[in-house]
């Protein structure tokens, strides 16, 4: 299970920091992601992580202004944006997933979401 929090309403400029508590199996050889979406708009890939926090990946649109980070004791997955712009506005939501032997990740499990609002 993957369970956000953290999200709410915050002014252009501002920063939020958005949570990722994992329970019920071990999610230590998982890659966990984090993904937007927009009313009206696909998905997006926003970053990604691996436990040891050693291996990060960001979505162009969002490099320099997100920061993920992991925390294996309290089983938590962090991501912070600063900066924040209107179009930042999504439901935010993160996953769990494994890469395959064709070297793709796939996306296994998926959290509810938690909702960022960017006013200006």
């Known amino acids: 299970q993957l369970v956000e929090s953290g999200g709410g309403r915050v002014q252009a400029g501002g920063s939020v920091r958005l949570s990722c508590v994992v329970s019920?199996?071990?999610?230590?050889?998982?890659?966990m992601g984090w993904f937007r979406q927009a009313p009206d708009k696909a998905r997006e890939f926003v970053g990604q992580?691996?436990?040891?926090?050693?291996?990060?990946s960001y979505a162009d649109t969002v490099k320099g202004r997100a920061t993920i980070s992991s925390d294996n004791a309290k089983k938590t997955v962090y991501l912070e944006m600063n900066n924040l712009k209107p179009e930042d506005t999504a439901t935010y939501s993160c996953?769990?997933?494994?890469?395959?032997?064709?070297?793709?990740?796939?996306?296994?499990?998926w959290g509810h979401g938690t909702q960022v609002t960017v006013s200006s």
């Open positions: 996953a769990a997933g494994v890469y395959t032997t064709r070297g793709d990740l796939e996306w296994n499990y």
């Open positions: 992580i691996n436990w040891d926090g050693d291996r990060l």
């Open positions: 019920g199996r071990t999610f230590a050889p998982y890659f």
